[in-house]
């Protein structure tokens, strides 16, 4: 089985600044992981994943989150913040094999941004 | 692509009716999952189906909980007999899945948003 935990509930930053909503996973197979966004009222949109390579991932929208096995997380960084990435944001993971691929999802952190 | 639709987007009901909700996942995507995503949560996952055989329902998935996708399209889920617990966003999600294996990128609708009175 695999469990996500998101450490910061809520994480306010003001606009342009630098942000980080962390993630870690516990897993006894290996995992692909994932980041989505979701809007209010809104399904949720993947910004970016990790399957194998480059541990470091850019997505969507100026997103990056870089993999660290050693420390299973996943965290996920935006150098800039805009008004418009105010949202709730999910890590998530799935088993190389079996399970037909569904995702465990950590409980969420909400990103807020003031100006 | 019309991307994942789902019907109602809010359905407020009595305790005890019965309610029923409908996916319409993106045509060309084998697998169609459903999730159940209570506030402050993080989606839960139901049930998944590769084409239309349903290959895993979660523990989560009590007796009044039925879902089907009978010519592997589009999918219900029906809840019987709905408790206040029952209230939460019932999220639908399409993947492709190739036959190598390897993993398909989930596309999720908006979701149908069920309040029981």
């Known amino acids: 089985a695999q469990s996500v935990t998101q450490l910061d509930s809520q994480v306010p930053v003001f606009e342009e600044a630098p942000v980080e909503l962390r993630c870690n996973y516990s897993?006894?197979?290996?995992?692909?992981l994932f980041w989505y966004v979701q809007y209010p009222n809104q399904g949720l949109q993947l910004l970016l994943k990790?399957?194998?390579?480059?541990?470091l991932v850019k997505g969507i929208n100026g997103f990056e989150a870089e993999f660290n096995k050693s420390q299973t997380s996943f965290h996920l960084r935006k150098p800039s913040v805009h008004i418009s990435d105010t949202a709730e944001y999910f890590c998530a993971v799935t088993p190389f094999t079996g399970g037909g691929n569904k995702l465990t999802f950590g409980t969420g952190t909400q990103l807020k941004v003031e100006l | 692509d019309t991307g994942v639709s789902q019907n109602p987007r809010h359905k407020i009901t009595k305790r005890g009716q019965n309610v029923t909700f409908r996916c319409d996942p993106i045509?060309?995507?084998?697998?169609l999952y459903w999730y159940r995503q209570t506030l402050g949560q993080g989606p839960e996952f139901l049930t998944y189906?590769?084409?239309?055989?349903?290959?895993?329902k979660s523990r989560l998935l009590s007796d009044r909980f039925s879902a089907e996708r009978p010519k592997g399209s589009f999918s219900t889920l029906e809840i019987q007999r709905t408790e206040q617990g029952d209230s939460a966003m019932y999220l639908c999600?399409?993947?492709?899945?190739?036959?190598?294996?390897?993993?398909?990128?989930?596309?999720f609708g908006p979701g149908t948003r069920l309040t029981v009175t």
């Open positions: 045509s060309e995507h084998n697998r």
């Open positions: 999600a399409s993947s492709l899945a190739g036959r190598r294996g390897g993993v398909g990128e989930q596309y």
């Open positions: 189906f590769q084409n239309e055989a349903q290959l895993e």
């Open positions: 990790y399957l194998s390579g480059s541990t």
């Open positions: 897993s006894s197979v290996s995992v692909y």
